[in-house]
């Protein structure tokens, strides 16, 4: 693959990853968290799906893990893309994350209750319907970014220019 058509395709599922972002926000937090920094890894552990993290003055960024959720089908992938936002919106609130009552409390907000059917009326059995409706498939762009390995430097040079280019 040329690297004109590499670059197009990185920049295509960064982009509906970002949009998957943008729809979970407006839904279940009304467009209230941060922007931030999304990327995949080569290098977690087989246990660990994602894991969010806020790195100060860098800002906050999810990270997934390219060899597990490349497997996940889109429900599966939206469950661990909203698990890792909710730390987002701890660590907005002044908190320091984890997974304590407030986090718990959070998930029943939006839904996602371990083992149990997800309510199509909660907030995020309305965002995957907003994924549906928009033909978004962010587990297709999870894919094609885990084939094609970029860096960690690329994924943050092309988070600030999709967060300059979205904020105006």
């Known amino acids: 693959m040329d690297t004109t058509t590499a670059l197009a395709k990185f920049e295509a ?38 894991y969010a993290q806020d790195a100060g003055i860098l800002g906050k960024r ?12 889109k429900a599966d992938l939206l ?18 994350g984890g997974h304590g009552k407030d986090f718990r409390n959070e998930q029943r907000r939006l839904g996602l209750i371990l083992g149990e ?15 549906d409706l928009c033909q978004l498939r962010p587990e297709l762009a999870v894919r094609t970014l885990a084939s094609l390995r970029p860096t960690r430097r690329q994924f943050h040079d092309f988070f600030r220019t999709f967060d300059t280019i979205s904020t105006h």
């Open 13 to 50: 599922s960064c982009r509906i990853l970002y949009r998957s972002y943008e729809i979970l926000n407006r839904v279940c937090w009304q467009g209230r968290l941060p922007a931030s920094c999304l990327s995949l890894s080569f290098r977690m552990k087989p246990s660990t799906a994602a």
């Open 62 to 73: 999810i990270v997934f893990n390219a060899d597990l959720c490349r497997l996940l089908e």
């Open 79 to 96: 469950q661990i893309f909203a698990h890792e936002m909710i730390h987002i919106f701890q660590y907005s609130q002044g908190s320091r």
């Open 117 to 131: 059917v997800i309510p199509p009326s909660s907030p995020f059995g309305y965002a995957l319907f907003m994924h």
